[in-house]
């Protein structure tokens, strides 16, 4: 098997990523569409939820009851992978209909798959620190 190399487009990938995906999830009509970015072999982690495959993981977006969404993204990291994927880390702010804005944290790990990628890994945490 041939060693892959190190995509050097990754921050173009990462922040592209990041624009495209939270166009889709915040807009209540488009969010079915985010099952084209996983497919059954993805992971997602949601406020401690872990989640295996499409099915499941869009199971749990559509399950969401807010309609409007405030979001600031106040940064967008990404590292490139040795099998070509990119190591997304997004820090932002949401708000979710009249609820008080909350820092969140999301990292999403895409791996490459013919000419694009699809989402391997996604966790994602709003930052309440409510330590039980």
């Known amino acids: 098997m041939a060693s892959m ?3 050097p487009q990754y921050d ?3 922040k592209g990523f990041v624009q495209q995906y ?4 915040d807009d209540p009509a488009q969010r079915a569409n985010l099952a084209n970015m996983y497919n059954e072999t993805s992971f997602m982690t949601f406020e401690g939820v872990q989640l295996q495959g499409a099915v499941k993981i869009m199971e749990k ?6 309609q409007k969404i405030g979001r600031l993204i106040t940064s967008v990291d990404s ?3 040795f099998d070509g994927g990119v190591l997304i880390d997004v820090l932002g702010r949401l708000q979710c209909d009249e609820d008080p804005p ?5 990292t999403f790990v895409l791996k490459p798959l013919g000419d694009s990628f ?3 890994h996604d966790i ?3 930052g309440i620190h409510d330590v039980a």
Request: hydrophobic letters at 55%; a positive charge.
């Open 5 to 7: 190399a190190l995509n």
């Open 12 to 14: 173009a990938i990462g």
């Open 22 to 25: 939270y166009a889709l999830f």
């Open 61 to 66: 977006l559509n399950s969401l009851t807010f």
């Open 79 to 81: 590292q490139p992978m």
């Open 102 to 106: 909350h820092p969140y944290m999301q």
């Open 118 to 120: 699809f989402v391997q």
């Open 124 to 126: 994602f945490r709003l």
